[in-house]
């Protein structure tokens, strides 16, 4: 059972339980942003005898990623034979009382600001600000630091102070030091309820998400792991092509690999010594499954996948199957691909579902056509009703990664059109270019046929705005072709037919509907369908 546990703490075993590293502040929590003011008026509450409000502390044995520098100062791990408390709630006043008392000085966005520049009036009222960071020079015996209040040496403050002022500084360092700090601690709760706890505590803050809790879990100094930095290098490994890949589908593929399941609450229980022994190899397998969509599915950028969880099970499969597959793997993976893109399998109850496509992943691995209880309809029609352009959708995405796979050729010169990912984040990129351009076709269509994906090409940034524009593609395709000889094949990469699609007779809809009908050819050939039988093993 979970049991929340009141207690207090007086001054002195709160700053050794922070300085002896048994209070820890986990890795999930923000920054510091409190400014000294704030610190100041903290401590004045104190000063005053004020309640300053509950610390909530989590006590496990679960070594968590935690912050190891307050201030100047390193913090040092939780001896050997402690359990270790979390600072779930009171992070600001903690990192405050602990800054402010030990007077240290805190990095804050380049600029160091010094915490120990805090004082007591000796000269306040009762009901007046009693500590401040407002020194009036000149008046050295009316100010003391509070880090001298509570440290400095009896026979150095009688030189400087009056025995009134004495008085008052012995008064003033009782309550400090005999202040009953209120705190909670949260015994026995697992990781998934101690972080709860925290965003519930946070309503209005940052939102924890699951991969900051996983960073703190997985955390191992001995082993030398760190899963925030791993993921980056991930990142970097992976290459711009594909750098935005969410933590989130990583957490997924490794959760899938360990335990088959990937809910929220499953990558919460992972072990943390498994987790680590499946890093290597689960991430080797997400490269070759981004390896496997450029090669093979001929997808550049991760910008246009349908979804970035499409990922998992793929890495799933090349966890157990290092090697490129052929043969019914091959169409059978590709067949999962284009079904799971062009359904928006994925656009809700994700992580259900992908716990149901191992289960297809596994047929594929043992050479059996896995059964579905959808079908995908890829005809003409289904385009045309579909096909409203914009780059958010998956249906949309499934289509651009058509186009990308075909190696769309530049109009000018039938050199090959470089993708990337920056070109690609809006729907109004350059690099989407409406073959009928908008300006062209305003007033004689409706305005869904004329921002269809049907009327989208991938050229070059330079190519659209300066030689296009708005002109009749008429008259700028017979610009190109006295340039490019090869112009019907560099067409033929956008899955258009350079002769036979009006294009010179300005014709938009016998365009629309022959270029609908083409793309219903090519995705038919990409699925497996009830009409159609597997090819054999090579």
């Keep these: 059972m979970i049991q929340p546990e009141p207690q207090s703490i007086g001054l002195s075993s709160l700053l050794n339980n922070i300085e002896s590293g048994r209070i820890k502040i986990p890795q999930f929590q923000r920054e510091y942003v409190w400014e000294k003011k704030a610190a100041s008026q903290l401590l004045d509450s104190i000063a005053k005898g004020f309640p300053i409000g509950t610390f909530i502390l989590w006590e496990t044995q679960e070594e968590l ?13 939780t001896p050997v034979g402690h ?61 003391i630091k509070i880090y001298d209040l509570l440290y400095g040496k009896i026979s150095t403050l009688a030189k400087i102070y009056t025995e009134e002022g004495l008085e ?17 601690v949260l015994k026995n709760a697992p990781l998934e309820v101690a972080t709860e ?12 998400t699951l991969f900051e809790i996983m960073v703190a879990k997985t955390y191992d100094q001995e ?40 809910t929220r609450k499953q990558i919460l229980k992972l072990d943390k010594v498994s987790f680590i022994e499946i890093w290597e190899p689960a991430t080797l397998a997400v490269k070759k499954a981004i390896d496997y969509f450029k090669n093979q599915y001929g997808i550049p950028v991760s910008k246009i996948l349908p979804y970035d969880a499409l990922l998992a099970p793929f890495s799933y499969f090349f966890f157990y199957h290092p090697d490129r597959p052929l043969d019914r793997k091959k169409e059978y993976l590709q067949d999962f691909f284009w079904r799971v893109a062009l359904s928006e399998r994925y656009s809700s109850g994700v992580e259900t579902k992908l716990g149901q496509d191992v289960k297809k992943i596994e047929k594929i691995l043992d050479y059996q056509l896995p059964s579905y209880d959808y079908e995908v309809n ?55 270019h409406h073959f009928f351009p908008k300006a062209y076709l305003k ?36 610009d190109f072709k006295r340039n490019n000889t090869e112009l019907s094949k560099t067409m033929e ?43 054999a093993d090579s």
Excluded at 106 to 118: P, Q
Excluded at 498 to 513: A, E, P, Q, R, S
């Design 65 to 77: 990623r935690s912050v190891r520098n307050i201030g100047n100062h390193l913090l040092p791990d």
């Design 83 to 143: 359990i270790a408390q979390y600072v779930l709630d009171g992070q600001q006043r903690i990192t405050s009382l602990y800054t402010c008392f030990k007077g240290l000085s805190i990095n804050k966005n380049g600029k160091m600001e010094d915490f120990s520049d805090i004082y007591l009036d000796l000269e306040a009222e009762e009901d007046g600000e009693i500590v401040t960071i407002d020194y009036e020079m000149g008046k050295p015996t009316r100010y």
């Design 168 to 184: 008052k500084i012995d008064f003033y360092k009782a309550r400090f030091t005999s202040y009953q700090f209120s705190s909670v």
């Design 197 to 208: 706890v925290f965003t519930r505590l946070n309503v209005g803050g940052k939102t924890l």
């Design 223 to 262: 082993k030398k792991f760190d899963l925030a930095e791993k993921f980056d290098l991930l990142m970097d490994d992976i290459g711009e092509d594909y750098k935005t890949i969410s933590s989130s589908t990583i957490l997924q593929t490794i959760s899938l690999i360990l335990k088959k399941d990937c």
């Design 378 to 432: 890829i005809s003409a029609d289904k385009i045309i009703e579909q096909g409203w352009f914009s780059t958010g959708r998956s249906f949309i995405k499934a289509l651009l990664c058509l186009f990308a796979s075909k190696g769309p050729k530049s109009f000018a010169d039938n050199t090959k059109v470089h993708i990337d990912n920056a070109w690609l984040q809006i729907a109004t990129s350059k690099n989407y």
């Design 443 to 478: 007033g004689k269509e409706d305005e869904y046929y004329i921002n269809h994906i049907l009327n989208i090409t991938i050229v070059d940034d330079f190519l659209n705005k300066r030689v296009i524009r708005a002109k009749a593609p008429s008259i700028y395709m017979s």
């Design 493 to 535: 990469s956008h899955l258009i037919d350079l002769n036979n699609f009006g294009i010179w007779d300005n014709d938009y809809d016998t365009f629309f509907n022959k270029r609908a009908e083409l793309i219903s050819k090519e995705l038919n050939s990409k699925l497996i369908l009830k009409n159609k039988k597997p090819i």
